[in-house]
């Protein structure tokens, strides 16, 4: 609903697929080292940063002094260790992010017109879209493995990722 009222493109992390529809017009898709072009490219670009409970990590942002270099950041943590542990923001805020987005709906903040940027973050998407071809039935990638696991268990299967060394 943030996004939406606001028209605030968004990125993800890994562990954050699926807190924005993959459709939704303003999902731009995951950031860092293994994000598409476009939520990259916004995190690039952008001129303030809302951090909602994602650590800010070496896979995000792999050159912190590079990261975000024009914008305002904000990072809201439930856990107030990772406030400025990698990323240092302009404003740290240790709570449930589920309560500072219902303090902003109740405040009803209002957002500058930006439109230009909204077009921009979406003809990135459109001109580097985050695709495979998906006509390869030997399983040499990940997402075809997805695909047809999803197709024998009728979706109802349920997978999850990771990242790191275990």
């Not at 809201?76 to 449930?96: C, F, H, Q, R, Y």
């Not at 589920?98 to 903040?109: G, P």
Request: aromatic share 8%; charged share 20%.
């Amino acid at each position: 609903e943030f996004v939406t009222k606001h028209q605030i493109p968004t990125v993800t992390t890994l562990l954050g697929l699926g807190a924005i529809p993959y459709e939704h017009p303003l999902f731009l898709g995951m950031g860092g080292m293994h994000g598409s072009y476009a939520s990259n490219m916004a995190l690039t670009e952008c001129d303030l940063l809302i951090n909602l409970g994602s650590r800010f990590d070496d896979r995000l942002a792999s050159k912190p002094d590079a990261f975000a270099p024009n914008a305002k950041i904000v990072h809201v943590d439930i856990d107030p260790s990772e406030i400025n542990k990698v990323i240092d923001t302009d404003l740290g805020i240790v709570a449930d992010c589920k309560r500072v987005l219902e303090a902003l709906f109740s405040e009803n903040v209002s957002t500058a017109p930006h439109e230009q940027w909204i077009q921009y973050c979406k003809a990135n998407k459109q001109k580097h879209p985050f695709k495979y071809d998906n006509d390869d039935s030997t399983f040499s990638k990940p997402q075809i493995a997805i695909e047809y696991i999803g197709k024998i268990t009728h979706g109802e299967a349920i997978v999850t990722t990771d990242v790191g060394q275990h």
